[in-house]
């Protein structure tokens, strides 16, 4: 983890460096953040530290889903200040393309929000007053829903380490916390709020009937789960570094290395 630390503050020092020697620093934003919270491997073999929060990689606990989200744009935000409303990944593609001044015209409606004139104080309401997340629609297995600051979540009740999965089954149910006053998501207002729990979750079925088809489609996961089965039964696939076109899975030692080399995507059974 060290290692890490090290290598993200040296390169990000090489990029501001390069953008300030080449005149780009005040004009240009540089965003740092995360694809979800930190992966415990287990009691004694702790990876990442989520500071407290409930949940890890992969579950839709604050744990899981609050991560560091650092915005520098020296001509048009001011330096040091923090900003406390809930904001997404989403809102880097609406930023940016406001920022370069281009005009969405033949784009679908964007889900994110342009964040500069809420981080300028240009705009003082919340850039959301709803956020959802969801796995494999239209019938995820999880899922989760934040509306101000009441979020209902159908999620594992035991998400403590990553490792354990493969040892049990995940008893999931539905829980209702209030994220202003119980960010560490310990005391459960179902019983206490029903009505809030019943329009939260039609909330969420409303943004599910929405959606367009799922792009993990029953084709792709049988390709996804062949070559996962492929690689577990064959100790040369093992040490690949990169199934491709598997959907962001590590498995064998692959995972510890992720270098630039690109594996082979196993065929389906009858393609052989």
Not at 118 to 142: C, K, N
Request: charged share 25%; proline share 7%; aromatic share 8%.
């Amino acid at each position: 983890m060290q290692v890490g630390s090290d290598l993200f503050h040296r390169n990000i020092g090489r990029l501001t460096q390069w953008l300030k020697e080449n005149g780009l620093e005040q004009n240009t934003i540089v965003i740092f953040s995360s694809d979800n919270g930190g992966s415990d491997g287990g009691p004694g073999a702790m990876l990442q530290h989520n500071g407290g929060l409930r949940g890890r990689k992969g579950t839709y606990y604050e744990g899981g889903v609050r991560e560091p989200y650092i915005v520098r744009w020296p001509a048009k935000i001011t330096a040091g200040k923090s900003y406390d409303h809930p904001v997404s990944h989403v809102d880097i593609f609406a930023t940016a393309l406001a920022a370069s001044g281009a005009k969405p015209q033949s784009l679908q409606p964007l889900d994110g929000v342009n964040l500069v004139p809420h981080f300028s104080a240009v705009r003082t309401d919340i850039p959301h007053q709803t956020l959802y997340w969801s796995m494999e629609g239209p019938s995820p297995f999880h899922w989760a829903i934040r509306d101000g600051n009441l979020k209902l979540i159908y999620e594992d009740i035991h998400p403590e380490t990553l490792s354990d999965r493969k040892n049990r089954v995940a008893d999931r149910k539905l829980q209702l916390y209030d994220i202003s006053s119980d960010p560490n998501e310990t005391r459960d207002l179902m019983e206490s709020r029903p009505e809030d729990a019943k329009r939260l979750q039609a909330m969420h079925e409303q943004f599910l009937s929405v959606c367009k088809p799922s792009l993990y489609t029953p084709e792709v996961k049988a390709r996804h789960e062949a070559a996962l089965k492929a690689r577990e039964n064959d100790p040369k696939l093992q040490n690949v570094k990169v199934a491709s076109g598997s959907p962001g899975h590590w498995t064998g030692s692959g995972a510890k290395g992720r270098l630039n080399q690109e594996g082979v995507f196993p065929p389906l059974p009858e393609e052989k």
